[in-house]
């Protein structure tokens, strides 16, 4: 029988790859959003609401991914008490439905942003939380929650730690892809904090979501790191951009700010041995990104003059 599994925040840039994935791997999936899913069952409304929740943890689900959240971290900064409701205490509400209505496994998409800043160094699960911002700060304690969970009633609940997320469904999102694809489209170009020899990992979201939908149907409790497994500069951030719009995007160098990390700089070791394996290349993953922001390809209103 197929597996049985509700995706929280499926409507975002994440869940409805994660949908695909699940659908892929043979699973039965809905959804818990404040907007509908277009192609799934989905309970609309907001996730801080326990009738919302009542609603989306219905008896008979095998597992839950979760991934609705307060995910920037400016935004966590400038609400912390909103991202305490949403990434705490939702959490905690799924989590006790989950142990009441014998859902037997939880997913959380978490970051490596549970750990603060490491340096230089490489990071793995091993590193102790020290997050330095209410975004990781929340993960971290809905990492804690998964855990006490685990140990008490013996739910299955991993930890997906990602690192920089990026692929096709950017539009809405303003980190560095798509601001350089952004830039692209608008002849402009981007600002580059110091000399772009820092080092990021990014991995691509066919990668994330597959990696998250293992999670949820057989993946062990505890924290796994999923990333591209290879860091790039922001320079080559840039060039792979470059390559992929054929458009200038000419470079701003501004003073390093503050406190930014020199380099993220991930193992998978743990996600490999769970048979994690990325598949998409920078190069192609930057050119799949690139049709969203693509002026000739933008859908024009129906109707409209635009
Ligand atoms: N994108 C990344 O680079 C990245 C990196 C590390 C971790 N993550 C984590 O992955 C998850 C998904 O991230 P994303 O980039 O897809 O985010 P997103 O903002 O694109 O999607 C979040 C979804 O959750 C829904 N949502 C938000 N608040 C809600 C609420 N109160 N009630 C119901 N639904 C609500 C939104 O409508 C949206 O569809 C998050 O938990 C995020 O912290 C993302």
């Not at 991202?83 to 009441?100: F, I, K, M, Q, S």
Request: some cysteine; charged content about 20%.
């Amino acid at each position: 029988m197929s597996a049985r599994v509700l995706v929280t925040g499926a409507s975002g840039f994440v869940g409805r790859h994660v949908v695909e994935a699940l659908r892929a791997a043979g699973a039965e999936v809905c959804a818990v959003d404040r907007t509908p899913h277009p192609d799934v069952p989905t309970v609309v409304g907001d996730l801080c609401d326990p009738a919302v929740r009542e609603r989306a943890v219905r008896p008979g689900l095998d597992a839950v991914v979760h991934l609705a959240a307060v995910t920037s971290v400016l935004g966590s900064v400038e609400r912390p008490a909103e991202t305490l409701d949403l990434n705490v205490a939702a959490t905690a509400g799924l989590l006790e439905l989950c142990r009441t209505r014998d859902v037997g496994a939880f997913a959380l998409a978490s970051t490596n942003a549970v750990v603060g800043d490491v340096g230089a160094g490489v990071i793995t699960e091993d590193l102790p939380l020290r997050p330095l911002t209410p975004y990781g700060a929340t993960k971290a304690a809905g990492e804690m929650l998964l855990s006490g969970y685990a140990g008490a009633f013996g739910l299955r609940a991993p930890a997906v730690r990602l690192t920089n997320v990026y692929g096709p469904g950017m539009r809405a999102k303003d980190s560095f892809v798509p601001r350089l694809m952004r830039a692209a489209a608008q002849g402009d170009g981007v600002v580059v904090y110091g000399d772009g020899e820092q080092r990021r990992d990014l991995v691509h979201v066919a990668d994330a979501a597959g990696a998250l939908a293992q999670a949820a149907l057989g993946w062990p409790s505890g924290p796994t790191i999923v990333g591209g497994a290879r860091s790039y500069t922001v320079n080559e951030m840039v060039a792979a951009a470059r390559e992929a719009t054929g458009a200038e995007i000419p470079v701003e160098h501004q003073p390093a700010r503050p406190g930014e990390m020199p380099a993220v700089v991930v193992d998978v070791t743990r996600a490999r041995s769970l048979g994690y394996a990325p598949t998409t290349a920078l190069a192609d993953g930057m050119a799949g990104v690139w049709p969203d922001f693509r002026p000739d390809l933008r859908p024009v209103a129906v109707g409209g003059t635009a």
